[in-house]
């Protein structure tokens, strides 16, 4: 490509994992102040729905079906681009998935699954446009984390460590870029009332009835503002910013012990492998104080 069609090519939004949720609601936002938003998703049905509300913003929408999984999937998005007429000035990365349970009786490839979409996937959208917005000294990343990303969670383990990756590569590109126009940006929420919380069995864990839940437009409208003043890191919400807090200020001793219990149900299967559930076995009083 010459650098006269490079100068054609008109800037995009493109919002991955833009079917459902937060990336959906995002997607919204951009669309009210007119952009051109790539809704990139699996599902080619979801995909059509957010076109129409994206349209209906007032933005001009473009869908791209795309398995994230696929060793090509960002080549295969910058080709799409290309072929439309399009760069990615913004990059939104809200796909993922979380599945609640302890890691020794989890489906092994359903964990790994984690980390392909959660970290490797994120990592190479952004590896694959981030260094052509610094080239042009315009743009950024918005990255979907949470507050899980500020602790180790034990019943959620690959979870939380898939969103601590999240925050740490986020926060740490936010440094290296931040003198050349182009921001980074995490946004950590805390229980956000999308099908997230039902699909992972996050929402049958007592930690997540206590928490008050977050919309996803909340969570959006507050990410979206964030980013474009060029902020590192938002958290929306009272609740979130102060178990953020906490979070980061509780000995792991203390936080990690708490977290397990409060994701664990008294019916789920005891991770010793009995059997049964662990309220039964090693949660039960007299395990606790022959001390199993």
Same mark, same amino acid.
């Given at each position: 490509?010459? !650098?006269?069609?490079?100068?054609?090519?008109?800037?995009?939004?493109?919002?991955?994992?833009?079917?459902?949720?937060?990336?959906?609601?995002?997607?919204?936002?951009?669309?009210?102040?007119?952009?051109?938003?790539?809704?990139?998703?699996?599902?080619? #049905?979801?995909?059509? +729905? +957010?076109? !129409?509300?994206?349209?209906?913003?007032?933005?001009?929408?473009?869908?791209?079906? @795309?398995?994230?999984?696929?060793? #090509?999937?960002s080549?295969? $998005?910058?080709?799409?681009?290309t072929?439309?007429?399009?760069?990615? #000035?913004?990059?939104?990365? =809200?796909?993922?998935?979380? @599945?609640?349970?302890?890691?020794?009786?989890?489906p092994?490839?359903?964990?790994?699954?984690?980390?392909?979409?959660?970290?490797?996937a994120?990592t #190479?959208?952004?590896?694959?446009?981030?260094?052509?917005?610094?080239?042009?000294?315009?743009?950024?990343?918005?990255? @979907?984390?949470?507050?899980?990303? %500020?602790?180790?969670?034990?019943?959620?383990? $690959?979870?939380? +460590?898939?969103?601590?990756?999240?925050?740490?590569? =986020?926060?740490?590109?936010?440094?290296?870029?931040?003198?050349?126009?182009?921001? &980074?940006?995490? &946004?950590?929420?805390?229980?956000?009332?999308?099908?997230?919380?039902?699909?992972?069995?996050?929402?049958?864990?007592? @930690?997540?009835?206590? $928490?008050?839940?977050?919309? =996803? !437009?909340?969570?959006?409208?507050?990410?979206?503002?964030?980013?474009?003043s060029?902020?590192?890191?938002? &958290?929306?919400?009272?609740?979130?910013? *102060?178990?953020?807090?906490?979070?980061?200020? *509780?000995?792991?001793?203390?936080?990690?012990? *708490?977290?397990?219990? *409060?994701?664990?149900?008294?019916?789920?299967?005891?991770?010793?492998?009995?059997?049964?559930? %662990?309220?039964?076995?090693?949660?039960?009083?007299? +395990?606790?104080?022959?001390?199993?």
């Open positions: 490509m010459t !650098d006269q069609q490079r100068e054609t090519l008109r800037p995009a939004v493109v919002v991955v994992g833009a079917s459902r949720g937060i990336g959906r609601a995002i997607a919204n936002v951009a669309a009210r102040e007119g952009a051109i938003v790539v809704l990139v998703a699996r599902s080619s #049905d979801g995909l059509a +729905a +957010a076109a !129409d509300d994206v349209k209906a913003a007032g933005g001009q929408a473009f869908t791209f079906s @795309l398995d994230l999984l696929a060793a #090509d999937a080549t295969r $998005l910058k080709d799409f681009l072929s439309h007429g399009l760069v990615c #000035d913004v990059l939104v990365n =809200s796909a993922g998935y979380g @599945l609640r349970g302890p890691a020794t009786t989890l092994t490839a359903d964990q790994l699954g984690m980390v392909d979409l959660n970290i490797r994120l #190479d959208m952004t590896l694959q446009f981030l260094p052509e917005m610094v080239a042009r000294g315009h743009g950024g990343v918005l990255n @979907l984390g949470s507050i899980a990303g %500020f602790t180790p969670g034990p019943n959620m383990a $690959l979870y939380y +460590a898939s969103k601590a990756f999240v925050r740490s590569f =986020s926060e740490a590109l936010h440094q290296e870029v931040k003198a050349t126009g182009v921001t &980074v940006t995490c &946004v950590a929420p805390g229980p956000v009332a999308t099908e997230f919380l039902e699909r992972s069995g996050a929402g049958r864990a007592a @930690l997540f009835k206590i $928490l008050p839940k977050l919309s =996803s !437009d909340y969570v959006a409208e507050r990410a979206w503002r964030g980013f474009k060029g902020r590192r890191l938002v &958290v929306p919400g009272l609740s979130a910013k *102060l178990v953020a807090l906490v979070a980061s200020s *509780l000995p792991s001793a203390v936080k990690v012990p *708490l977290i397990g219990r *409060l994701q664990r149900r008294s019916r789920d299967l005891c991770p010793c492998g009995s059997g049964k559930p %662990f309220k039964e076995c090693c949660g039960s009083r007299q +395990a606790r104080r022959a001390g199993v």
